[in-house]
Each structure stands twice: as C-alpha cells, then as structure tokens.
Nanobody, 114 residues
Framework: QVQLVESGGGLVQAGGSLRLSCAASISIFSINIMGWYRQAPGKQRELVATITRYGSTNYADSVKGRFTISRDNAKKSVYLQMNSLKPDDTAVYYC????????WGQGTQVTVSS
C-alpha cells in the first residue's frame, strides 16, 4: 500500500509563506501527474495544483500566482510553496495523483490568521 506523508503546515499570518512537503513510499518517477489538494471545514476537497513528470504545472485560479508546485522524483517528493497566504487558504492540504489513486494521507493543517 502506497503511503503519502504530508508535512510543513502550521499557523501563519495573512501575507506569510509556508512550504509543504509530501513524501511517497514508492518512486513517483513514472507517475505522470501529481497534485496538491485541500479541504476546508465544511467544504469538498479541491485540487489546487498539479505537476506532470516533465515539470508542466497547472493551478486553480484561487492560488495562481501565489503557489508553486514542484517535484523531486529522486526524493519521491512533491512540494508546494505557498506565498501571500490568505485566510481563505486555511485547510488541510493533501498530495496525491491527479485522480486520487492512492490512499489519502493524514494531510497537513494550514491555518492563516487575519
């Protein structure tokens, strides 16, 4: 069973930055698209950023220009640099394939205070 472990969340003031990490228990080299998702209280999980194995990225409009996704296949890891954070970014953040194929990890809580 593939394990995904997210880390790097925390409490930050609006305008601040955080860098999230996701470590996979298997090689992600052959996985075409990895993504970061988030789920805010009372809301459905949403996909906020994706990255292909070739490095092409895509972002939800709500985070475009503020978040940057990257991946290090050698380290079996995916990252999310989050800048200019807003209270609306408060959520639990998860990584997975673009189709959510793997068992979801615990996620990492991001809380942005105003």
């Amino acid at each position: 069973q593939v394990q995904l472990v997210e880390s790097g969340g925390g409490l930050v003031q609006a305008g601040g930055s955080l860098r999230l990490s996701c470590a996979a228990s298997i090689s992600i080299f052959s996985i075409n698209i990895m993504g970061w998702y988030r789920q805010a209280p009372g809301k459905q999980r949403e996909l906020v950023a994706t990255i292909t194995r070739y490095g092409s990225t895509n972002y939800a409009d709500s985070v475009k220009g503020r978040f940057t996704i990257s991946r290090d296949n050698a380290k079996k890891s995916v990252y999310l640099q989050m800048n200019s954070l807003k209270p609306d970014d408060t959520a639990v953040y998860y990584c997975n394939t673009d189709g959510g194929w793997f068992t979801w990890g615990q996620g990492t809580q991001v809380t942005v205070s105003s």
